[in-house]
């Protein structure tokens, strides 16, 4: 019964939120109810004790349910932002049914429904990225038309992709035929394929610079928060299914590696080449996918705990980042149309939160990227010097740029001051001009960002808990070399 | 299939899918994806593997036949009525000055485009040659890398992935791209239900199947969607005019 209502509760509330999508607030305080029902139900769901329904196994453990309660808190956290900063009119409602395939997915055991739900929120985010808000008044941009284009065809490609791979998986047996591709290596070929579409990794990273260039700030940060990490999540389940695709391979294991490495220099490069603040981000990004692939594929313990630990700060980043992002966007006052250089001062919430969450990503201490990077760049320091200095070239980029945008957007001198002049004889309150009035920083969506600040600083300062947990998960792992 | 008899729903199969990617018109490539779906429900009903579980008077076919069968016949009544009514306008009212004139503009200059051209076999070429490299590609395939359990259902997969994948890769308008997508997972439904029913396998799981189906139908509503949301705007379908301006 538990299970059911985890996984139907949000479908109703979603049909129910779609119905009223014309009264914006009365939807997000209905999504914000769903998010602490559903955290409720998570609580009370036992770990480790697999239920059959309709054929199907359900099973939650400690990992996953670690992973869901992130998943619920950000999407918590950007239904409230919603709130202040209007997104699209059906944001709540294409939002709970993302989290409802994602809640699924991580319950499930099968394969082929696993990959078949990822397939389906892919499908479903599309709606996300085209919507507009509530009376609106404007068209759709066709620049964003054509990146829910190029999503949706490279999503459905990527699900065939890994459906492929796990059908043929079933007819897998033990010995090759003679004289012909080995069917564990073409499945695994595959998987990559499709995960390395999902996931962004070089060279199918294009779809993510255009979503985060184009689609407004909270859609991308469900789409890569949420639909990205649980890839990753399945990526590891695949691993876990098939242990003979990484088992005594090590050619397979070093071309995966050879591959995040490749994403992290190459994104790492262009991120100093962006022309825009999103542009950075979406490669910092990519980069970052990088290193948690890099860690998936050293199929260590140690890298595999980073990835871990890796996806959950890149979960935690994301929502802090692109929330920052819509409060530094919203229309201050000023004149508009002008790139501002002043961001930090005139929105030093936002400012601090969409700093603190590059460093996150990063790597740098005191946040918990830190500690995360620290257990990845341990583990290519076990495949030679070479593979850890790459690491730390790519993060060096990374650094480079992210310099660069703080600099150019963030850090410079105070912009339009108003500049008291003179009274004229004879010159009334009337005569003068209006004196510019700017808005302030959206109370609650900055109180939002200082508490994920703050949760990047604490696991920063404390990751044992984390690492730990993290630990314990990997013991279980049949393709991990122990 | 009984190894001896003409194959004629593949045939029908590998025709109406060679059509969609050959074809720009939507009145014929919605009609030869009907057909296709209608093909393959008939070359799995076919097949010895699935054991009919249902009668329809002297008939019996398999539960997965009649869900493959419905999934073809949704999707394609989803593009009909998609393609039928994109002459709709819809949240006009909502709209200010500069995006009507926006819409006034794009209606001029898709009504300057649509001026009906002759036939010129020359447009058909990249399709035609993309068409060819597929019939090799499937009818080498299932030689060299033979993965179902007949020769003719992996002929059957690879020749719908292919034409799907190069439908996508050669067009331009939206609906076909639709078109791709929906070939690319028929691809991958057919050789699930032909692998799954093997005799060393876990079994076709009607679950998984009807899953698969939604998928189909849930992606030709999004992609009715688009389609709808792309005209509304530049009123066409051409994806060249998303780049343009």
Known sequence: MLYLSLVLFPIAMSASCFALRKYARLVVVAGVGVILAEIALILQVPLDEPVRFLGVTLSLNALSRLFLLIFLGIGGILFLVTWYIPHGENFVAVSLLILMMSITILLLQDPFLISLLLIWAGIVAVLAIVDLPVRAGVLVHTRLLASALKYLILMVIAGVLIYLGFVLAEVYRPGEVAGRLPLVRFILALLIGGFALRLALIPFHTWLPDLVEQVQPLVSALIIAIINTTGFLVLILSFQRLPVLLADNPNGTLLLRTGAMITMVLAGLMSLGAGSMRQTLSYLLIYNSGMIFYGLATTSVVGLTGALFEMVNQTVAVALIFVSLAMLEQPDGRTPGMQRSDLLRRWPVAGMGFLGGMLLLLGMPPFSGFASKQFLYHAAWQHGWIECALLLLATLFAGLALIRVAYTRLLGPQEEIPIPTPEMHGEIDLDRPVTQRLKPEPHVPAVLTVLLFLACLVVGLYPQPLVVLINNTIQDLTFVNL | ?245
């Open chain 2, 1 to 245: 299939m009984t190894s001896g008899s003409f194959p004629w729903p593949l045939l029908g199969l590998a025709i109406s899918s060679g059509l969609i990617l050959l074809l720009q018109d939507w009145r014929q490539t919605i009609p030869c994806l009907l057909i296709s779906a209608v093909c393959q429900a008939w070359f799995l009903a076919e097949q010895q593997f699935l054991k009919p579980d249902i009668s329809f008077g002297f008939w019996g076919f398999s539960t997965v036949v009649l869900v493959k069968f419905l999934a073809g016949v949704a999707v394609s009544t989803i593009l009909t009525i998609t393609a039928l009514t994109f002459s709709k306008e819809y949240g006009l009212e909502d709209l200010d000055e500069f995006g009507l004139s926006e819409l006034r503009r794009a209606a001029r200059a898709a009504q300057r485009q649509a001026v009906p051209r002759p036939f010129q076999p020359g447009e058909y070429a990249l399709t035609f040659w993309a068409m060819v490299l597929a019939l090799f590609a499937s009818l080498t395939l299932p030689r060299i890398y033979p993965i179902a359990p007949s020769p003719r259902i992996d002929f059957a997969w690879y020749w719908l992935g292919l034409t799907g994948l190069f439908t996508i890769a050669t067009t331009s308008n939206m609906l076909k791209v639709g078109m791709g997508l929906l070939l690319c997972t028929g691809s991958i439904d057919l050789l699930y239900t032909a692998v799954a029913s093997g005799s060393q396998a876990s079994g076709v799981s009607v679950g998984a199947v009807a899953m698969l189906s939604l998928v189909m139908i849930l992606l030709a509503l999004v992609v009715a969607y688009l389609s709808g949301l792309l005209f509304g705007r530049l009123k066409t379908l051409e994806l060249n005019e998303l780049y343009k301006r």
